[in-house]
């Protein structure tokens, strides 16, 4: 009996292991934004493998958390030009996070973000409660046309930084496509530019908030520079290798240990059968070892 029940047990595991193991190596990543989120969801599937990337428009309204937690495992969140649903936006993915999916925001979120005061932009509408849980505050001012690169000596080693040693951004066509953050308290700043903010302060390249429930990333710069600028010209560096890590790292659930996701309902099924079977099983041996029983 008691190799019995160490073999279902071993079945049990091993049918859970194979639920869990996609999630362990590819993520599903929904690529939320108001505009451009096509490109960049083609623009990513190109460059990096492992993962799924599908777009998804946000430009009228989030998907409620539901069918968010069913399409994805993690979001990439960014916006391009300023819009009024972006605070429902942001609720929606902070309900994502603080259910434990990671979340990686880029260049614009920072436009968008309440404290950005400066820019001829016009009044920022806010992330709701998303900017509770986020690495950076905004310097203000955001993404300024100034040229950014990688201060090569704030690297700190972390599979957010694996195989990253430089990065730059420059304007295009009069417009900056990174910087212009500040950490937040608690923030580790694993990457930063090597100019200030226009604070004079740390700019983040790479921001890492990691709280009990929420595993949010921040990645200073737009990921709409392919579309926009030429590679080696406008940008450059590492620049892709930057976010394979942040999907990596995403689909380890941030170094915390996976945790087995919902299972599909032919697999609890299966389980629900093998567990049933065992039982039967013991019971008929107790039965046989009855006084009276042959």
Request: net charge negative.
């Amino acid at each position: 009996m008691q190799f019995s029940l160490r073999l279902a047990l071993a079945a049990v595991i091993s049918l859970a292991s194979l639920a869990a193991a996609p999630y362990a190596h590819a993520a599903r990543v929904g690529v939320l934004s108001n505009r451009n989120f096509d490109f960049v969801a083609g623009d990513l599937s190109a460059h990096i493998s492992g993962h799924h990337f599908t777009a998804v428009d946000v430009s009228n309204g989030p998907p409620d958390l539901p069918t968010l937690m069913a399409s994805y495992d993690e979001i990439l969140l960014f916006e391009d030009r300023l819009f009024q649903s972006a605070p429902a936006v942001g609720d929606a993915v902070y309900q994502f996070a603080e259910a434990g999916r990671p979340v990686i925001l880029a260049t614009f979120y920072d436009q968008d973000r309440s404290d950005r005061s400066g820019q001829a932009l016009g009044q920022a509408h806010g992330w709701g409660q998303l900017e509770t849980i986020d690495p950076n505050t905004t310097d203000t001012f955001g993404a300024q046309p100034n040229p950014k690169s990688l201060n090569a000596g704030s690297l700190v080693a972390h599979p957010l930084t694996v195989g990253v040693s430089s990065l730059f951004a420059n304007p295009i066509a009069g417009i900056g496509y990174a910087g212009g953050n500040q950490a937040k308290p608690g923030t580790l700043v694993l990457a930063a530019w090597a100019q200030p903010n226009a604070n004079n302060q740390v700019d983040p390249a790479i921001a890492l908030r990691l709280l009990p429930t929420s595993c949010v990333m921040m990645i200073g710069m737009a990921p709409v520079l392919p579309l926009d600028g030429t590679i080696g010209t406008d940008f450059g560096g590492d620049y892709y290798q930057v976010w394979k890590n942040a999907f990596d790292f995403g689909a380890g659930n941030c170094g915390r240990g996976w945790i087995v996701p919902a299972l599909s309902p032919a697999l609890l099924a299966a389980m629900g059968l093998l567990l049933f079977t065992l039982a039967a099983f013991t019971l008929r041996r107790r039965g046989a070892r009855l006084p009276g029983r042959r």
